[in-house]
């Protein structure tokens, strides 16, 4: 990830616009370069893509994967959706938030870790399933998951 930088913010933000993109286009680069939405980058979002305050922070606030903070160097989502839960998901996140400290939605103190809820990963018939730093994890139970939060040395 690339550190906050509002120049930068501001051509993507542009590029985007001239492309045709859309607000949610816009909004997706500024999370694939900088990991979030810094909240300087509302004032912009508003005036290029005429759109309220509201509509722009009810179009981040809507979607999983925009945050107005940065996040952990890594990054873990646990599926909460029905499916999953149908298997274990509820048991499994209550064993990561009490080995981390953390609970859904926090990031650890050192920013060494980002624990999420998400809401389907597209593993439904191989779950418990998570997400941790991008890559996917299906078939998850108390074992697996400590050995992959271990592999990331938080």
């Known amino acids: 990830m690339t550190r906050w930088n509002e120049t930068k913010s501001r051509a993507l933000i542009e590029e985007t616009q001239a492309r045709g993109g859309a607000l949610t286009s816009a909004l997706r ?78 990031t650890s103190k050192d920013g060494k870790l980002t624990l999420e809820a998400v809401y389907c990963l597209g593993l439904c018939a191989n779950g418990p399933a998570a997400q941790v730093d991008g890559k996917p994890l299906a078939e998850l139970d108390e074992n697996k998951l400590d050995a992959k939060l271990a592999a990331l040395q938080i």
């Open 29 to 106: 680069a500024l999370t694939d370069t900088f990991g979030y939405i810094d909240p300087a980058a509302i004032p912009p979002l508003m005036q290029i893509f005429s759109r309220s305050r509201a509509e722009v922070l009810g179009v981040i606030s809507y979607y999983d994967d925009f945050r107005d903070t940065p996040p952990g160097n890594h990054v873990v989502r646990l599926c909460q959706a029905e499916s999953c839960q149908a298997v274990g998901a509820r048991e499994l996140t209550e064993l990561v938030c009490a080995a981390t400290g953390l609970k859904l939605g926090e």
